[in-house]
């Protein structure tokens, strides 16, 4: 498989992750995965978001996929696997905990330190979920660390992907995990990866879109062109690999 882009600490692959895991050979000690939010709850009403059990089923086939091969890629190490999720999507990914036999050993609650739209009725979020999977040899060091982490979330998304993580975020799971090698089978604008270089960690993030691999991978360039709002000039010259 050919990276889309790699230099001394990170290698990015454009391809769908389903694939691409099951090609790799080499051994991890943690994932970040950040999946596309697939809904659950509720499979009726006026909430667009909501789905229905079929979809429930559908998504959680699709999570079986490819956490089962990060399972298989953090075995050597006895690593874990962090996956973010909602309070919409957290009973898909029960399910799927349910399907591959790998239980949640704990949920992480990421106090975003922001409060997003709640509609007319209900309350107005202010976290989301982050699910953590373990092999049997893996054990967070400090063991005084509790389930609720504050991060502050922006609006303002300097690398312009709808669902960018803060990085201090992701540094942290990596930190607290004392992980060395980190895969993201979802790396997006390459949070993950720019958290691993930061952490002195060596990272590989897997996309689909091509645009996101190009915005990762300038994103851990030196040199990055920020425009005075803040924010990435996504178009330009793109630095590939020919390995
Ligand atoms: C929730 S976003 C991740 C955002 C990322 N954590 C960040 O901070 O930028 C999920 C990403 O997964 C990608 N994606 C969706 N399906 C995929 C697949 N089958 N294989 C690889 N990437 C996929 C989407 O294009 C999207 O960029």
């Not at 692959?13 to 389903?18: F, R």
């Not at 943690?30 to 009403?45: E, N, Q, R, W």
């Not at 669902?163 to 992701?170: D, G, S, Y």
């Not at 958290?195 to 590989?204: D, I, L, N, P, W």
């Amino acid at each position: 498989m050919k990276p889309y882009y790699q230099d001394e600490q990170a290698t990015i692959y454009n391809a769908d992750s389903v694939e691409a895991l099951a090609e790799l050979r080499e051994s991890f000690d943690l994932v970040v995965a950040d999946p596309p939010y697939t809904t659950g709850i509720a499979s009726f009403g006026e909430d667009t978001k909501a789905s229905g059990w079929g979809d429930i089923m559908n998504s959680a086939h699709f999570n079986a996929a490819w956490l089962r091969e990060c399972r298989r890629l953090l075995e050597a190490k006895q690593g874990a696997a962090w996956v973010f999720n909602s309070w919409r999507s957290l009973p898909v990914l029960a399910r799927t905990s349910y399907e591959i036999g790998w239980a949640i050993k704990s949920v992480l609650v990421w106090d975003k330190e922001w409060i997003g739209p709640g509609g007319h009725q209900g309350l107005r979020p202010s976290y989301e979920l982050a699910a953590l999977f373990v092999h049997a040899g893996f054990a967070i060091a400090d063991r005084g660390l509790p389930d609720i982490w504050r991060s502050k979330w922006s609006s303002v998304k300097p690398y312009g992907h709808p669902a960018e993580k803060p990085v201090a975020l992701v540094g942290r799971m990596i930190r607290e995990s004392g992980a060395r090698r980190v895969l993201d089978p979802f790396c997006g604008s390459g949070t993950t990866l720019e958290a691993a270089k930061q952490e002195g960690a060596t990272a590989v993030g897997i996309e689909i879109e091509e645009r996101w691999c190009e915005v990762a991978a300038r994103r851990l360039q030196q040199g990055i062109l920020l425009t005075a709002n803040n924010m990435l000039t996504v178009s330009g010259g793109r630095e590939k690999t020919d390995a």
